[in-house]
């Protein structure tokens, strides 16, 4: 790679030069971010000996609880571009239906757990079917009036057909049989690992998804419905996959969330509440792409935590505001979320530290 | 059989009342074309506001209107103003601003928690006062007299908002800029004074709402939640859009609720309503007298 | 054997009649221009074809199959793709990005439908942008990734919407250059354009409609010099040869 000009032979020319610093440049940028995954995963693996209070872990998991059902919030509200507000409807279905078919039944909470998972899938075909060929207000009002019709349902009777689900009083699990056959541990280690599991699961759907047909033409269908569907693409179909999928993950964490806490009741497993906050953090995180729902919980979830302790009895509610008005500030000044400038920030570091080593390197 | 009449009776009264408040609803999505999430949580505040203003004042619960429509109309300017414009601006060749269903849920969110905040959870109730619990006899049948006035009030209402639109020059301005943005701005008309009017508006027209409600139904913070999904279902019924589609709407939720415990568990009749407002969804999305829309 | 025909078509909005018993074929591998005064009737028929909404009356005939009221996907893997007047690219995403959508109408596969829009866009000679953010191209670059688009469904017959509007001469004569290249390839179009020296230069037939109605049909000249439709355009500046 040398030139031809005055001072030729020896030296390279000033392109050849850029190309080259350019390359080295990329790989050891890649390094760096290869590096610094690694010791995230080495962390997350190890969190649970280095922390030896229950208590925090048992915040950690719920994090990870919350970044999951982002996650899986996001193949239907970022992926498809709609607004689904009733999320934790299928959280009460995946909850409802392990926990009364192994209290009642015996079956395992695993099986349950899929059965749940095909049973949201369905209700949510009941309510994606029709509305999502619709303008988005009709399928977000929508997915509100099942979630609080279903609540509202299960709060008030006692049996559904042979099943029991015990009104507002809700369904408790006793922790009797150990084990993994049964979903079920005296340590919160545990459950930290299969919802550590569950959650690189569901971001390896959401990357996979992302390159696959399905992911192209859900974008597509986003940003330019009409030149989408003249290109072959069945725009309502793809969200209904997208929703489907949607459904199907969200229910498999009511399962672990049952298992986790030992007791389910619709309050807390079908609120609106609960929907909101699951819809609020992957908006404010960045919904449509793959780190914004993580990030939004990993941020949001401690603010909430937090306030909730520090202000739980002189300001009920607190945390609940400060979403909001998080969520009102990020929609009109980042309205792709705050992984926008997060990801502009960490590419600045991850720029500053590969200068550094290049100029290290020179010397 | 008195019974049914009776409960029909009390349902259309009941009913009319609803449908004012969803009037401010459909006022809303005519103009802005946007479904205002925070619809219920600002007819909570005005049911505050009308609250305060006849505990403090001693008035007669119907001249609170003359505090709270003012102040909820600015209210609602400055909300429109302040919050949803730059959103508005952002998505401004969008089809659909589904960022302002985002925001209105966030706004929703706030004033419901800011009111737990600062009121506390428990239940208002007016003391007694010249409305609450009266009733007319005809022969056997009872009427309720808040509802009476309420129901009253509400077509009174729907019969002036009608009229604003369709004989004002201010509301024809409006109406104008609801059919086409930029020929209306072409006009002379600044699209986004006229959105904060309509805003105001609809919002005003909440507050005239919670004045008829607060003379017999609770004040409390979540008491926004029950009405705005229960507006939602009866702008789709009528139709999104549509003046008196509000209205009928609203009667017949409030004649199914109030006719159906007698056939079933006032639960059912509850999830009765939801059903329906799903079916209307699935079947016949335009409702009532909706305008057609390019789904 | 045609492979397009409108059989008597004709499409009402309400009580407006916007395409008046419209009829007409394509055979395989001709350009067939439509041409019109303003409001005539042209998009209307467009599309009607497009399958955007079905004919009020008539049919609509593609390969011998009635299309009526087919949704534009389906159309589209039958082989029948359109370009939009107000070009619509996936903005936020690259060109590569854009015509990858159009290639997965052939294929499932993410690799194959990358390769597949490479190709198409080294066939347009417009590789060398394929990164680029499709918002930030010109006007005439963004009508090249329309065309592009719909040229990696591997379409048999292409309807184009004014694809010239809006570009300068020298454009206009690439984008001719274009068009022609695509009939080399074998595939069937319908050009809908203002522009008349594109059209006349393009078209095997041209097809002209006024208030709706087929007033004329024919090959360029006899087109341009027929009295009707001199009428219709008031002095079309083409004139009489």
Redesign the interface.
Known sequence: MTGTGENSALYETDAAFLDRSALARQVVKDTINKVLLGAVVILVLALPALISSPTWLHIIVLIFFYAYLTTSWNMVGGFAGVLPLGHAVFLGIGAYTSTVLSLQYGISPWLGMFIGGLLAVAAGMVIGLPTLKMRGAYFALATIAFAEGLRVMVENIEYLGPFKLNGPRGLQIPPLNIGWANFMFSSKVPYYYIILGLLLIILLLTWAVSRSKLGYYLTAGGEEPEAAQALGVNVSRAKVIAMALSCFFTALAGTFYAQFSLFIHPKSTISLDISFEIAFIALIGGRGSIAGPVLGALLLRPVSDLSRIYFGDILPGMHLVIYGVVLILVMIYQPRGLQEPLTRIYDRVVNRMADGFIKGGDK | MIYLIEDTINGILMGSIYGLTALGLTIIFGVLKV?N?AHGTLLMVSMYAAYWTVTLSGFHPYLALIIVVPVMYVFGYYLQDI?IK??FK?EKNVR?P??V???T??????L???T??IFG?QYRSLPDNSLQGKMIELGDIFISVPKLWGAVTAVATAYAVYYFFQKTRTGRAIRACSLDRDAASLSGINQYKIYNMAFGLGTAVTGIAAVTLVPFYNTFPSVG?LFD?KG??IV?LGGLGSIPGAIIGGIIVGVIESVGPQFM?A?WT??IV??L??LV??VK?SGLFGVK?D? | MSLLELKDVTKQFGGLTAVDSLSLSMKKGEILGLIGPNGAGKSTAFNCIAGVFPPTKGKVVFDGQVINGQKPWDLCKKGLARTFQIVKPFASKSVLYNVTVGAFATTSSRAEAEAKAIQVLQLLNFDDKKDAKSSDLTIADRKRLEIARALATEPRLLLLDEVMAGLRPAEVDEMVEIIRFLREQGITILVIEHIMRAIMALSDRIVVIHFGKKIAQGTPKAVASDENVIKAYLGDEYGVS
Not at chain 2, 105 to 110: D, K, L, N, Q
Request: charged share 5%.
């Open positions: 479904v999430f919050v730059p959103i952002a659909e589904s960022t269903i985002i925001v849920t966030g706004v929703w969110y706030v419901d928690n800011l737990l905040m959870p939640v999904i939602f279902i789709v568990t639960t509850e999830a939801y059903g407002f799903l969804l699935f999305p829309y789904w």
